[in-house]
């Protein structure tokens, strides 16, 4: 077998996935899922929030972040972080949803665990994460989705580093 140089085997994989999403080349695993893209709508009523299917309120903005497990180091990070600029969300209208797979009762005990003062809601059997591409072994890929007030998607982080993101966050709404 051919061994190729790094660069080159880098270089080649990523054109196959720059090609895998030209129309017409779209891979067999990807049909059926829903990607969302800036200034796509996004269904929020296909999660579900302790009272039911969530809604949009009078947010200016609501942050939809999808993580992987409740009490994980990564997700605790990330949820701690929010959590701490939370008092600056709140000032600037923005709602903070944090979503994973876990059942209330899961998500109750990780906000007392943590002292969270925002939601956190269910994608009942990551219905909702296989549908957009971001399930992976039942748990979700940790992908971020900021919203409008007419429920349209206005920023979205297919990669997120939990230390900083709602800091980021927070930087690229005030730049939209």
Do not use: W
């Not at 008092?87 to 969270?116: N, W, Y």
Request: glycine fraction near 8%; aromatic fraction near 10%; proline fraction near 5%.
């Amino acid at each position: 077998m051919l061994k190729l140089p790094t660069f080159l085997r880098l270089t080649l994989h990523a054109l196959a996935i720059a090609i895998s999403y030209l129309p017409g080349f779209a891979k067999s695993s990807n049909q059926g899922k829903t990607f969302m893209q800036i200034g796509s709508q996004f269904p929020i009523s296909k999660l579900s929030g302790k009272s039911g299917p969530l809604t949009l309120d009078s947010s200016r903005y609501t942050v939809l972040y999808f993580y992987p497990k409740d009490k994980t180091p990564g997700c605790t990070i990330e949820a701690g972080e929010f959590q701490k600029s939370k008092p600056t969300f709140d000032a600037q209208k923005i709602r903070i949803v944090g979503i994973s797979v876990d059942d209330f009762k899961s998500h109750e005990s990780f906000c007392e665990a943590m002292s969270l003062s925002f939601e956190l809601a269910t994608d009942e059997n990551g219905k909702l994460g296989e549908e957009l591409g971001i399930l992976a072994g039942g748990l979700h890929k940790r992908v971020t989705y900021v919203i409008n007030q007419a429920g349209m998607v206005v920023l979205h982080y297919a990669t997120v580093k939990p230390s900083d993101h709602a800091g980021q966050i927070l930087t690229d709404i005030s730049n939209l």
